[in-house]
């Protein structure tokens, strides 16, 4: 990412690390100026046009000096004898902000002394027709089956319907929405060609990066017409636990189990009181009864019939009376098991990061 791109990872984790509601920032018109200008130099789209935002809710920061120049603040501060720290690194031109803070700014305002204002009114009219794009985007997405609940999935089938433009801006925005940095236009055209044009039985494995945390490995892959965004998967830790009555049972891979209980839903209470409930990982071969009068499947079948992918097979923790698979987390209950509609069960969630 660039020694000045690591740096600022390294100050928001800083800065998040406080629990808050709001971190409030001295970012100026300046600063704004500046921001603009690399990203154009770095080809960047609208988003990246728009500058930074006044009010940025998902990432709980304000910057309401964003329309005041550097110099007033200035005088503002030796007016009232206000002190400051300078960064010795401030004035390395070799670093590409202060190269365009020190060089191209004080050129540009040379010829177009109003430059910086004339540049905060541009960035909020991009801001304007960023917010539109994604108004676009998220109805797009919505068509695509984006779930806020499960925002690392999208359904692939429609949005190979749309046009390129609208293709591009729908995939740009579920990667925000997922905390990943943005491709370039060459890497956008590589993820559509294989999300979109691949043969259906490719294994698609493309790397991205998350840009609250680069170190994290993360990757695009497709399966059953869906794409989506896989956490780099932790070395598998076999799970064998008894369920104790929480409501929520954290596993060894982040993911969670909800306990809850709902009418007309999962394991019929009556029937369970007196067991014990333990869960348990895969181990190959489970067999499953969902429907009384039908035979029990094979829990391989079940889960590529529930379009599982893969990768997430492995992790799914069952749960298991004694030595007999009882239900299937978000898929099915045993049929012997399985509440009425018009009683209370229990019913269990696996909740994904």
């Known amino acids: 990412l660039g020694i000045e791109a690591v740096s600022r990872e390294a100050r928001y984790l800083a800065l998040h690390s406080n629990?808050?509601?709001?971190?409030?920032?001295?970012?100026?018109?300046?600063?704004?100026?500046?921001?603009?200008?690399?990203?154009?130099?770095?080809?960047?789209?609208?988003?990246?046009?728009?500058?930074?935002?006044?009010?940025?809710?998902?990432?709980?920061?304000?910057?309401?000096?964003?329309?005041?120049?550097?110099?007033?603040?200035?005088?503002?501060?030796?007016?009232?004898?206000?002190?400051?720290?300078?960064?010795?690194?401030?004035?390395?031109?070799?670093?590409?902000?202060?190269?365009?803070?020190?060089?191209?700014?004080?050129?540009?305002?040379?010829?177009?002394?109003?430059?910086?204002?004339?540049?905060?009114?541009?960035?909020?009219?991009?801001?304007?027709?960023?917010?539109?794009?994604?108004?676009?985007?998220?109805?797009?997405?919505?068509?695509c089956e984006f779930d806020l609940c499960e925002p690392s999935k999208l359904w692939l089938q429609p949005l190979a319907n749309l046009s390129v433009a609208r293709i591009n801006n729908c995939l740009r925005w579920w990667l925000f929405q997922n905390n990943l940095q943005m491709p370039s236009d060459a890497q956008l055209r590589q993820i559509v060609l294989q999300l979109l044009h691949a043969k259906a039985d490719s294994a698609i494995k493309i790397d991205v990066v998350n840009k609250v945390d680069s170190l994290k490995k993360v990757t695009l892959r497709r399966y059953q017409h869906f794409a989506y965004v896989v956490q780099d998967i932790a070395p598998f830790k076999p799970v064998n636990l008894l369920w104790q009555g929480e409501e929520i049972v954290v596993l060894p891979d982040n993911s969670y189990l909800n306990f809850s209980k709902k009418m007309g839903e999962g394991l019929n209470l009556r029937s369970i009181e007196s067991t014990k409930l333990r869960i348990k990982n895969r181990e190959g071969g489970e067999r499953f009864q969902p429907e009384m009068g039908r035979p029990s499947r094979d829990l391989k079948v079940m889960l590529q019939t529930h379009a599982m992918p893969p990768w997430q097979r492995s992790q799914l923790p069952l749960i298991y009376i004694d030595e007999k698979l009882v239900l299937i987390p978000n898929i099915a209950v045993d049929a012997h098991l399985k509440v009425s509609a018009d009683e209370l069960g229990l019913s269990v969630d696996w909740v994904r990061n």
Request: some cysteine.
């Open 19 to 143: 629990s808050t509601d709001f971190i409030m920032l001295a970012h100026h018109q300046d600063d704004q100026a500046e921001t603009l200008l690399l990203q154009l130099a770095r080809g960047a789209g609208v988003k990246g046009l728009a500058g930074m935002a006044a009010i940025d809710a998902k990432r709980k920061l304000l910057r309401p000096l964003l329309n005041v120049p550097c110099t007033a603040l200035e005088v503002y501060a030796k007016q009232h004898k206000l002190a400051w720290i300078e960064d010795e690194s401030n004035s390395d031109t070799h670093f590409d902000r202060n190269f365009m803070r020190h060089a191209v700014l004080p050129t540009l305002n040379k010829q177009y002394p109003a430059i910086t204002q004339t540049i905060s009114r541009t960035t909020q009219q991009l801001a304007q027709a960023s917010h539109l794009l994604d108004d676009l985007a998220e109805l797009d997405a919505k068509v």
